[in-house]
């Protein structure tokens, strides 16, 4: 007997379940095992830190093969096989007796993440949804944005009952027990390449890459995420340092989870109400706005929440302007590819970023230079985001 076809509704809920499996128990998890992984092998935090950068670096270089991989309608060998790369990395990690042990753990677990976070995860619903794309990602990445207030009170608690090698593997047996699975059972059946709507014979992959329209939205996207990773380790940091109560400064981090899923849901209501290249066109500036804001209003509780509310909605729906627009202006034929292709620019920047907040950090001045380095940042990536819209406006792909 042949199973039953899944509905939409069904294969997005069962990658947004796997996607907060992936995202929460890797990349929002190594905060928490970094103190007792340091204590129990003898490292010193420049060490520990150092497996999260390779980790990036890894999945950055894998980023280019997966994407193509995904364009080929290998989707399902992907994707499971990130889950079971996770699932075995953080067995590595629960094993690791010497510091190498512990690099080569995070090496693989980077690997995994290359093949089952958001940008996979985002061509594969771009080929199944060849005509609602976005609308699929928006809903996808609903349970994503709640990983953060899942996982890191489940990993916290996992590590101070089980010790932190015994809570690794609670974390694998949920990537190789749970996501494992959904994303054999889920991704069957690959469309065939490529799946469009009213296809027409597209240009090649080549002719893409070297396109302005490309390297304008790579630019925004490699500037956009290397703000949204740079401010989260500062943050908390930032707001001490503001003069802010201690729950103040641990209250709006814990906030901007929650807001950046209301600024996905806000996308979802307009999604059909709106013209998507207008809201492409406003939705990124919520990023430099807030950071404005917390640089002009520095300490004072009310510019702070102004913050939080426009930097959780506003970077809830950048993830998904960064994650549609390589299809709606290049080539959703493509879309893999060419996402894959700045995997190792983003690495680079989501690495270097958070590195250049804390080198501008003096006693004289505290965090702003650097916050004003972001914004200005997210600034210029926005006018690239909207140079593209007008090149390809007047010269379409």
């Known amino acids: 007997m042949t199973r039953p076809a899944l509905s939409p509704r069904q294969l997005v809920a069962g990658l947004s379940v796997a996607q907060l499996i992936s995202w ?41 093969a997966v994407g193509r991989w ?27 007796s010497s510091l190498a042990g512990f690099y080569a753990a995070w090496l693989t677990l980077g690997l995994g993440m290359a093949a089952t976070l958001y940008t996979p995860v985002f061509a594969v619903v771009t080929r199944r949804f060849p005509g609602d794309y976005r609308r699929a990602i928006i809903t996808l990445t609903f349970l994503g944005g709640l990983a953060s207030t899942v996982f890191i009170p489940l990993t916290d608690a996992l590590i101070r009952t089980l010790g932190w090698r015994a809570a690794s593997g609670v974390l694998a047996a949920i ?18 390449r490529p799946a469009l709507v009213h296809a027409a014979p597209t240009a090649p992959l080549a002719a893409h890459l070297r396109s302005p329209v490309f390297w304008r939205l ?23 340092e503001s003069g802010l109560p201690a729950a103040w400064a641990i209250a709006v981090p814990a906030s901007i989870g929650a807001l950046q899923v209301l600024g996905r849901l806000l996308l979802y209501w307009g999604d059909r109400r709106l013209d998507v290249h207008a809201t492409n066109r406003w939705a ?53 590819a060419l996402n894959g292709a700045l995997g190792l620019p983003l690495a680079l920047a989501r690495a270097a970023a958070p590195l250049a907040v804390g080198l501008l950090w003096s006693p004289a001045h505290g965090y702003a230079p650097g916050v004003l380095m972001l914004a200005l940042l997210a600034a210029t990536g926005t006018v690239l985001l909207w140079r593209a819209q007008a090149l390809h406006a007047t010269h379409p792909s």
């Open 24 to 64: 929460g128990s890797v990349f929002y998890g190594f905060a928490l095992f970094m103190e007792p992984v340091e204590r129990s092998l003898g490292l010193d935090r420049a060490q520990s830190s150092l497996a999260f950068s390779l980790a990036l670096l890894a999945e950055g270089l894998a980023a280019y």
């Open 70 to 96: 995904i364009d080929r309608g290998h989707e399902r060998a992907v994707m499971a096989g990130g889950s079971l790369l996770l699932g075995l990395g953080l067995l590595a990690q629960g094993m690791a």
């Open 175 to 192: 990537n190789l027990g749970v996501a494992l699975p959904l994303h054999l059972a889920l991704l069957r059946g690959a469309p065939p």
């Open 218 to 240: 790579g630019a925004f996207i490699v500037l956009a995420m290397a703000v949204t990773a740079a401010v989260p380790p500062h943050l908390v940091s930032l707001l001490r």
């Open 284 to 336: 990124p500036l919520g990023v430099p706005l807030a950071l404005l804001v917390l640089l002009l209003g520095f300490g004072h509780i009310g510019a702070t929440l102004v913050f939080a509310l426009l930097f959780g909605v506003g970077n809830g729906m950048l993830t998904i302007v960064k994650g549609t627009v390589m299809a709606q202006y290049v080539s959703a034929a493509h879309v893999g």
